[in-house]
């Protein structure tokens, strides 16, 4: 059984979470909501916390590598 760290490619999954946290502070930043109503883009915790759960998805590959 391969170790489970080469298969996640933890390189590639901190780009993207530093990456998914970065736009998505930035989408509070410039386009949040000023009057508190909704609800991810309100809190800059929050649109932080979606955004890095969004790179974080986007970095794990469907495809698999031929060996």
Do not use: Q
Request: aromatic share 14%; with cysteine.
């Amino acid at each position: 059984m391969k170790n489970i760290f080469n298969k996640l490619n933890l390189r590639r999954l901190s780009i993207g979470v530093v990456i998914g946290g970065l736009l998505g502070f930035a989408y509070y930043y410039f386009i949040g909501c000023n009057n508190g109503t909704c609800p991810i883009t309100s809190s800059p915790v929050k649109s932080t916390l979606y955004g890095v759960v969004f790179g974080a998805l986007l970095t794990f590959s469907t495809k698999k590598k031929d060996e």
